[in-house]
T-cell receptor, first 117, second 112 residues
Framework: GAVVSQHPSRVICKSGTSVKIECRSL??????MFWYRQFPKQSLMLMAT?????????EQGVEKDKFLINHASLTLSTLTVTSAHPEDSSFYIC?????????????FGDGTRLSIL | LAKTTQPISMDSYEGQEVNITCSHN???????ITWYQQFPSQGPRFIIQ?????VTNEVASLFIPADRKSSTLSLPRVSLSDTAVYYC???WGTGGSYIPTFGRGTSLIVHP
């Protein structure tokens, strides 16, 4: 089945550090990937839609200069949390859909636990 | 975007059948209905997807009435390991305009 790999699974770093999270579709190509964040005991909140070869589309209230998204190939999207602060600590999850298969569901990575000290 | 409404929580016991219903009154013609399972500190895992009537796979069944304004995920003979949060998503769009938006989900607790 379709596999989405997310790396790293956990990051602990100091305030002010920039952190990059990778999302890869391992056995399919994805023109669109999605980035979510999830706080404890809450649902997934969509942050942005990552579009291969073009700019990402950010949801209302999400700072595009804070959360940089790059989707340089059909199998890789990256989310960079710039100058991270403790309030950015969260669980970040990506998802992708096989562009070659119509009506296929989204497949999700296993998430990245980001902890800013 | 089709909004979904689910019960916040449900309790069950091992071996029982569990049915979780999701309301999606403004579902669009092109929308599919997809259910996911999420364990703590993991990404959502695909369970089942359907468009109308009934869909069954090795882990669950999905019942969708003719008006498609709701759907019911059925988990046969649950075990402790089925304790998780279950989300239903609707929406597909056309030309790649699908925006998968999550509702609050249903927290299922299976008791011994």
């Amino acid at each position: 089945g379709a596999v989405v790999s997310q790396h790293p699974s956990r990051v602990i770093c100091k305030s002010g550090t920039s952190v990059k999270i990778e999302c890869r579709s391992l056995d399919f190509q994805a023109t669109t990937m999605f980035w979510y964040r999830q706080f404890p005991k809450q649902s997934l909140m969509l942050m942005a839609t990552s579009n291969e070869g073009s700019k990402a589309t950010y949801e209302q209230g999400v700072e595009k200069d804070k959360f940089l998204i790059n989707h340089a190939s059909l199998t890789l999207s990256t989310l960079t949390v710039t100058s991270a602060h403790p309030e950015d600590s969260s669980f970040y999850i990506c998802s992708a859909r096989d562009r070659g298969q119509s009506n296929q569901p989204q497949h999700f990575g296993d998430g990245t636990r980001l902890s800013i000290l | 975007l089709a909004k979904t409404t689910q019960p916040i929580s449900m309790d069950s016991y091992e071996g029982q059948e569990v049915n979780i219903t999701c309301s999606h009154n403004n579902i669009a013609t092109n929308d599919y209905i997809t259910w996911y399972q999420q364990f703590p500190s993991q990404g959502p895992r695909f369970i089942i997807q359907g468009y109308k009537t009934k869909v069954t796979n090795e882990v669950a069944s999905l019942f969708i009435p003719a008006d498609r304004k709701s759907s019911t995920l059925s988990l046969p003979r649950v075990s402790l390991s089925d304790t998780a949060v279950y989300y239903c998503l609707v929406g597909w769009g056309t030309g790649g305009s699908y925006i998968p938006t999550f509702g609050r989900g249903t927290s299922l607790i299976v008791h011994p």
